[in-house]
């Protein structure tokens, strides 16, 4: 019951946080799972010479999937209070929006692509560090239940 009341209480904010959170820690462990991500003998720690994809789509390294299995703990860890959830969604945002100009910038084919980063990387981070922000900053604006999600339980 205690757990019903918990999950009851969580606002819209830290669900929005605790979703992203999951995907990212989802991301991270598959990106160590061959068959999910093609080409795991290529899989490298770090550099452009990592040729293992995620979904035979998404460069991966053993540092990228660490990274986002360490973001996704973080989010989790943090969408506990409000004020964390906020934080995770919009540093966390602008963070994987830095990534992605990062993979703009970067010759991929040079050392500093230490990631690494291909174009559906660039595209995803652009697509979730967006969309991030826009959580962080919409849903902490909540007006009139304080960010509260109404659940069939809090109706009359």
Known sequence: MAEHAK???????????LSVAGILLLLGVLGFVPGITTDYGELRFAGPDSEAKLFGLFQVSFLHN???????LAGL?????VSGARLFLTV?????LALWIYGLVIDRSSSANVIPVNDADNWLHLGLGFGMLVL????????????????PLDRP
């Open 7 to 17: 999950a009851r209480s969580r606002t819209g904010l830290q669900v929005a946080a």
């Open 77 to 81: 860890i943090l969408a506990r209070r």
């Open 92 to 96: 966390g945002g602008a963070l994987t």
């Open 66 to 72: 660490i990274l986002l299995l360490g973001s996704g």
């Open 136 to 151: 962080g900053l919409l849903l902490s604006n909540q007006k009139g239940t304080g960010g509260r999600l109404d659940t």
